[in-house]
């Protein structure tokens, strides 16, 4: 893995290939995985989350959400969102990563 973050209940690793592996707890969809079969909680080994076409760069998690980096600057946030935190202009809260419009790379989180 070229990186790797831990936060209270959840933890993810970016591997050499750009891959993004999450595991542990799942509440406010905080894995990035979905509604996957068996996701709604505790997901006890590492799983793929799905970037729609982008390679993972980076990883940063939150108490309750999370964001990733891509190799050419695309930022994905996921997870709670009831305060706006995702940058997504809503207060919902997404199950899957979402790109974040913010009209230039981003070069780190």
Do not use: K
């Not at 996921?78 to 199950?95: D, V």
Request: proline share 4%; charged share 15%; net charge negative.
């Amino acid at each position: 893995a070229s990186q790797i973050d831990c936060e209270d209940q959840y933890s993810a690793a970016v591997l050499s290939d750009g891959r993004l592996v999450t595991w542990g707890c799942n509440d406010h969809g905080r894995l990035g995985i979905g509604a996957r079969s068996g996701s709604t909680t505790l997901v006890p080994h590492p799983t793929e989350v799905q970037l729609g076409g982008a390679s993972a760069a980076l990883i940063s998690l939150g108490s309750l959400y999370a964001g990733a980096v891509g190799i050419r600057g695309e930022l994905l946030m996921w997870g709670y969102g009831g305060h706006g935190n995702l940058g997504l202009g809503t207060r919902a809260s997404f199950r899957e990563p979402q790109l974040v419009d913010l009209r230039e790379p981003v070069l780190q989180l």
